[in-house]
């Protein structure tokens, strides 16, 4: 599927990088920028007169031929005076209503978004300027996880709506679909460990926090604890140590089994959702969760340490951890103004800084984040279909023409 034409999000007065608008150039037929009537019969509506040649672009500033100061007279988004793109968002399948979506990024920083739709599981990839798009399953889902390996094959967990868990693996190739468990409440958390095998986590019903690995090629399965958590994720170490964040209406847990048996200890004790977990290759583990606002936390020495990184939000929410240790999280607003936007924060400068990210109003379910090895963040989400948003600021266009790429 080709991509749509980008939503550009730029700067505005608020925190640095606030609500967006609209920019767009249609050509018509004859190359121009529709205008109006067909003033010289060559089958476009514009006319080629010297402000043509001049401002091909028609955004106001005549090329430096003409004695312009337009840096780049074939794009209407680049004058003087345009403010610097922020945020770009495209289209990856708007063929029907896409739910629960999941993101990663591979080696060779492909963006790779999992989904569900009415009609089944989809992977969509990257593909230049396109999304290369699979249909794994047929059954309904509303959520999806996904974890890439070191090979570069993926493993995809969900959870279709007779609470039947799904292990889908392309490992040899072909798509391969595992029914492992027929009690599921909620989607499979999915790792990949350090030697190539998967593992999930789940709540279900019956036993509450489930964990499940495949490392003898079948899955076997471990019952944690008879607590009907609700949000989880799952990471493991570089030395193959699982580390299990897990929240229900009362509190937010850490599960790990560095012991060689499972031990857990109680990070929140308040109402607190999950928003994701995340490790660095240097084993660095970071935790996002909703306690009234997004807050972050880091694992030192045996220790959590936390901090707000986002307040005014909904208890919708996602993190991800740049590589070298930078974190990244969204969440919903309800806007009276423009209905659900989405904003965005980092501590990348040493604090947090916030800024919208889509404005596009009535933002639909839970979204998924993620870090390409340049530290841009790339963001899933649903509004009808599946859309991918990422931070275009600073990506070495001179917008405004002042000789800067700046904010």
């Known amino acids: 599927m080709g991509r749509a034409p980008w939503l550009l999000v730029v700067a ?51 090329a430096p031929s003409c004695g312009g100061d337009d840096c780049d007279d074939a794009d209407a988004r680049i004058h003087p005076g345009a403010r610097e793109v922020l945020w770009m968002s495209e289209d990856v399948d708007d063929a029907e209503r896409g739910m629960g979506a999941a993101i990663t990024i591979d080696a060779d920083d492909v963006v790779h978004v999992a989904y569900g739709t009415d009609s089944g599981v989809r992977l969509a990839s990257q593909s230049g300027r396109d999304w290369a798009t699979q249909e794994i399953e047929s059954d309904r889902v509303w959520q999806v996880s996904i974890a890439p390996a070191a090979d570069g094959t993926f493993r995809l967990g969900w959870t279709a709506e007779e609470d039947d868990a799904y292990l889908a693996s392309n490992r040899t190739g072909d798509w391969v679909v595992d029914l492992f468990d027929t009690a599921a409440e909620n989607a499979p958390a999915v790792a990949v460990h350090p030697d190539g095998f998967a593992a999930v986590a789940y709540g279900g019903s019956g036993f509450g926090l489930r964990y499940v690995s495949w490392e003898t090629g079948t899955p076997a399965f471990e019952d944690l604890a008879y607590i009907a958590y609700d949000e989880m994720d799952l990471v493991f170490d570089s030395a193959g140590v699982a580390h299990l964040a897990a929240s229900d209406v009362d509190h937010l847990d850490h599960w790990t089994d560095a012991t060689g048996e499972w031990t857990r200890e109680v990070l929140d004790a308040d109402p607190a959702p999950v928003c994701g977990l995340a490790i660095t290759p240097d084993d660095r583990l970071f935790v996002a969760y909703f306690d009234a606002e997004v807050r972050w936390g880091e694992l030192t020495d045996g220790e959590w340490t936390t901090e707000v990184a986002l307040s005014g939000t909904l208890p919708v929410c996602a993190m991800a951890v740049g590589r070298e240790g930078a974190g990244h999280v969204v969440g919903t607003v309800t806007s009276p103004d423009f209905g659900d936007s989405v904003e965005y924060a980092t501590d990348a400068s040493g604090a947090w800084i916030r800024e919208i990210a889509i404005g596009e109003g009535w933002i639909e379910g839970r979204h998924a984040l993620a870090v390409d090895s340049s530290g841009v963040p790339h963001l899933a989400y649903q509004r009808g279909g599946i859309r991918h948003a990422w931070r275009a600021g600073a990506d070495g266009t001179d917008q ?8």
């Open 12 to 62: 505005s007065a608020g925190w640095g990088c606030g609500g967006g608008r609209r920019v767009a150039a249609v050509p018509d037929a004859g190359g121009g920028v529709d205008s109006g009537a067909d003033a010289d019969a060559d089958s476009d509506s514009d006319s080629d007169s010297a402000s043509d040649v001049c401002d091909a672009d028609r955004d106001g500033h005549d």
């Open 400 to 407: 405004d023409c002042d000789g800067i790429d700046d904010e």
